[in-house]
């Protein structure tokens, strides 16, 4: 079983920058495709990004494209979320979760990851 432990939120003024980390348990790291998400109050957990088995491949919701960036080093067993130029409406609980690389590459739909960090809280003021 894997274990996902996320850190780097806080509270950030709007237009500022913050990187989220996601360490791994887990040596088998590299064999999941890796995803965020996040739950804004009052909101359903939503797709942020995801990331493949190697790095090479990555994916953005439309809303988070060229802010965001998703990364992986898969030495360190750990996933990366840099965000820039963050919005009040980037404030929300974000979690890294995995998918096994031989499920296939559901990288937008949560329930083909079968692990899931606590979550760390991101918020952005106005």
């Known amino acids: 079983q894997v274990q996902l432990v996320e850190s780097g939120g806080g509270l950030v003024q709007a237009g500022g920058s913050l990187r989220l980390s996601c360490a791994a348990s887990d040596r088998t790291f590299s064999t999941y495709l890796m995803g965020w998400f996040r739950q804004a109050p009052g909101k359903e957990r939503e797709f942020v990004a995801g990331i493949s088995m190697s790095g090479i491949s990555t994916y953005y919701t439309d809303s988070v494209k060229g802010r965001f960036t998703i990364s992986r080093d898969n030495a360190k067993n750990t996933l990366y979320l840099e965000m820039n130029s963050l919005e009040p409406e980037d404030t929300a609980i974000y979690y890294c979760?995995?998918?096994?690389?031989?499920?296939?590459?559901?990288?937008?739909?949560?329930?083909?990851?079968?692990?899931w960090g606590q979550g760390t809280q991101v918020t952005v003021s106005s």
């Open positions: 979760a995995a998918q096994p690389g031989s499920r296939g590459n559901y990288y937008r739909t949560e329930r083909f990851y079968d692990y």
